[in-house]
C-alpha cells in the first residue's frame, strides 16, 4: 500500500521560505518519479514540480527560479523548497506518485500573507 505523507506547511509573509516534505512508504522510492500539485478552491489542481526517478525536474513558469524539487532516496522523501513567497502561491500543496494507479498525500496548506 502506497502512502505519501506531507508536511512543513504553515503560515509565512510574502518573501519567506517554507519547505515541504513528503514522506513515502509502499513505492520503490529511488525509481519513482515524484510531482507536487497545488489546488485553491474552487480551482482545478496545478502541477508544481516534478522530478524523475534520475533526479530530472521540471517546474511551472510560476515558480521557476523560487522553487526546488529535490529527493532523498535513502530516507524516501520527497521535498519542495520555496523561496521568495508570494501571496498567489497560497494552496494546499500535494505530492503524487503514480504506481499504476494515482496516488496523492493528504495535502499540507500553504498560507502566504502580502
Known sequence: QVQLVESGGG??????????????????????AMRWYRQ???KQRELVAAISGGGNTNY???????????RDNAENTLYLQMNSLKPEDTAVYYCYTRLGNDYWGQGTQVTVSS
Not at 503560515?11 to 529511488?30: K, M, P
Not at 511551472?60 to 529535490?70: E, L, M, P
Open 40 to 42: 485553491v478552491p474552487g
Open 60 to 70: 511551472a513558469d510560476s515558480v521557476k527560479g523560487r522553487f526546488t524539487i529535490s
Open 11 to 32: 503560515l509565512v509573509q510574502a518573501g519567506g521560505s517554507l519547505r515541504l516534505s513528503c514522506a513515502a512508504s509502499g513505492v520503490i522510492f529511488s525509481i519513482n
